[in-house]
Each structure stands twice: as C-alpha cells, then as structure tokens.
C-alpha cells in the first residue's frame, strides 16, 4: 500500500487590519502573511478505515477523529474526485503550537491536501486545490501557497508579494491556547465598548515596500496586529511576555494572528538566537523557538 508526505510551513500576520463583523459571521481583512521555518509533516497511507494519529508538541489538544482538518482535507478531496471513500491512515508531526495563532491546523489541511493528491494520483489543478482549501478554513490557501501574500476578503484570497532577504525571528508559545472566534468576539466586544463605527481595513502599502526592499529595519516598526488588544484582553500575562522580549534586544514583537503565540523581528539570525536564550530563562513562555521566513508553502517530501 502507498504512501505520501508533505511538508507544510507556519504561518505570522506581519501586519493584520480587521474590518467589521459581517452578516456571514467572518470579517473582513487586509492581511500580510508571512510563512515561517517552522513545520508540520503529514503523511497519507492507503488503509481500509481513516485513522488520525498525532505526535510532537501539543498533541493532546489536537482531536484524533474524523473533526481534525487534515482529515476533513481528504473528504474534501475524494468527493471533489468523485472516488467512493477516503480511507487512508493519516500521521500529523507537529512543530507548529497548537491553538496559537499560526495556523497549524490549516497547515496540517493543507499537507493534507496535497499528499492525498499524490497518494490518489489525481492529476488536480493548482487553482481547484487552492477553492478546496477555502472551502477548509481562511488561512488554509496561504498554507498551500507560502512565501508572503496580501490576503484579503476572510483572508483566503491571495496576492503573492515581492520580498527580498530573508527576516530573523523568535517564536514564544505561550503556555495556554486562545480559540480565535474567541478572540474575534473579543475584538467586537471591545469595539462595541468604545462605540465607534469601525472602517474596512486598509491595504499595509509601506509594510509591502518595507518588504520588497528587504531592510528590516523598516519592516519592523510596521509590524500590526488588529487582533492584538483582544488577544491581550483575554491573556493579559501577554504583556509581560511582549515587553521581556523588547528588553531582550528584538526590533519589534507582535501577538501572531489570534495569539497567543508572541512573534520578534530580530536584526540577524545571531540577535534572534540571543534573543531566543534570553527569552528562555525567563520562564514566561511554554517553548522558544527561532524561525526565519518567508519560506515556501507546502511541498511533498520523501515518505516519513
Ligand atoms: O476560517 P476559519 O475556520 O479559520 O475561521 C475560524 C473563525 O475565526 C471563524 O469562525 C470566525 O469566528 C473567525 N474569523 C473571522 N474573520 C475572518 C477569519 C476568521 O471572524 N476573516
């Protein structure tokens, strides 16, 4: 019985502007993905019945059953095919922290995807595996894609970007998950609070120059995340985590997408290994972790 694997990358918002709530219950986004050296690997057997079996970091929150992602990925798949089942046995190796804002589920759809194509040797067009992902999840397409994208609409519609160099970075995870239509209602909450109309989101142009041109120090006090106060709203220790890392010596931190992942721009890949040290003698943190980015989006890899 065959086999296929991918490699699938996470995921940062550089800078990520959130409209109003809309009548479908997504909002509206003007988004800067940026994918990073930090990964899941799926792999696909051929089996009699579907299976989902996790290891590496996190696993215990990750559902084992027929609701993961990846597995909902090859039903997506195999009835888009029109083949009669999709009964393979699927393996998540997980690096990406769960429940922490970069998209590790939608990664592991992704590489889902993409080995169950090879796997059934479906001869599938970039663009219908790229509508199947949407259909997944709003961050699930730029898994596939990766590099850095402008994403717009709930986020899966994607516009690759220029960029130059390669950004340093240092990846804190905390040590709690956020759940992000949580952090979503969170944000709509606080908005309501302060009564004011909220404005589409705007497309980040000096962040994409910023990025074309490769300086970081010009991408750093760029960075934005309008998810940021919610995620803070609701883990308030992410403050302290924020702050230590600046103190360490990065250019700039975020909270990833729905958090509670923290993110640093750092100057070089040294200043983000010193940063990363400093970060994990603090004790604020579950792991730290180093990371560059942008890399590419999922690809298939030898078996596992
Ligand atoms: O698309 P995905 O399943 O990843 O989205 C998870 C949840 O995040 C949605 O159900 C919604 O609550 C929130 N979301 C949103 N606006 C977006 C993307 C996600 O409100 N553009």
């Not at 709530?21 to 940026?34: A, I, K, N, Q, W």
């Amino acid at each position: 019985m065959g086999g296929a694997s991918a490699r699938v990358p996470a995921k940062i918002n550089l800078h990520l502007g959130v409209g109003p709530l809309r009548e479908d219950g997504y909002h509206e986004l003007s988004t800067v993905f940026c994918a990073l050296s930090l990964y899941d690997d799926v792999t696909v057997r051929a089996d009699d019945y579907l299976s989902v079996t996790v290891t590496g970091d996190g696993r215990r929150d990750v559902p084992a059953d027929r609701s993961n992602l990846a597995a909902r990925a090859v039903f997506a798949l195999a009835e888009y095919a029109g083949l009669p089942d999709a009964n393979v046995a699927i393996e998540i190796a997980k690096q990406i922290p769960v429940a922490g804002g970069m998209a590790g589920g939608s990664a592991d759809a992704a590489g889902a995807l993409l080995a169950a194509a090879r796997l059934w040797r479906l001869d599938i067009e970039r663009e219908a595996l790229m509508e199947i992902a949407a259909t997944l999840g709003s961050d699930v397409p730029f898994a596939l894609l990766g590099g850095a994208a402008l994403g717009t609409n709930r986020g899966e519609k994607l516009l690759p970007m220029l960029h130059r160099g390669e950004l340093h970075w240092v990846i804190v995870v905390a040590k709690g998950g956020l759940s992000t239509p949580a952090v979503y209602q969170e944000l709509d909450r606080l908005r309501a609070g302060r009564g004011e109309a909220v404005p589409p989101p705007q497309r980040p142009d000096e962040l994409m120059v910023a990025l074309a041109s490769g300086d970081v120090h010009a991408v750093a006090p760029l960075l934005h995340n309008d998810l940021q106060p919610a995620a803070l709203s609701l883990q308030p220790l992410l403050r302290r985590t924020l702050r230590a890392g600046k103190e360490a010596g990065a250019l700039a931190g975020i909270v990833s997408g729905s958090g509670p992942t923290c993110v640093f721009l750092c100057h070089d890949e040294d200043a983000s290994i010193a940063v990363a040290a400093e970060l994990s003698g603090l004790g604020v943190a579950k792991a730290v972790r180093t990371a560059h980015g942008p890399v590419p989006g999922a690809r298939l890899t030898p078996m596992h």
